[in-house]
Nanobody
């Protein structure tokens, strides 16, 4: 499966962005999907997951209440709507996919990755 992330950019604190991850080369409904992010000098960290089982979602504490992950089955796109962005949200954001129903938040549990898209939040 191939993943193509897009939608990053520069935004002021308090603003919003929507990231997209286009999925191709596999059966979209058989994969769970997630977003991770990585800041300079830091390890890649989990942001949000949407399971292939009933679309169940799970969020990192830092994202809960501000970010929403969703899937468009017709377009085969996974979205991450990010609201009330903060400077500490600045990072390269990566989408990931895996056939497991509930992959863990460990990046090593995810077998398919897209290229990153840079999100910069200015104060």
């Amino acid at each position: 499966v191939q993943l193509q992330a897009s939608g990053g950019g520069l935004v002021q604190a308090g603003g919003s962005l929507r990231l997209s991850c286009a999925v191709s080369g596999g059966h979209f409904s058989t994969f769970s999907s997630a977003w991770f992010r990585q800041s300079p000098g830091k390890e890649r960290e989990f942001v949000a997951r949407i399971s292939k089982v009933q679309g169940r979602t799970y969020y990192a504490d830092s994202a809960n209440g501000r970010f929403t992950i969703s899937r468009d089955y017709a377009k085969k796109i996974v979205y991450l709507q990010m609201n009330n962005l903060k400077p500490e949200d600045t990072a390269v954001y990566y989408c990931a996919a895996d056939r497991a129903a509930f992959p863990t938040t460990d990046p090593a549990a995810w077998n398919n990755w897209g290229q990153g898209t840079l999100v910069t939040v200015s104060s």
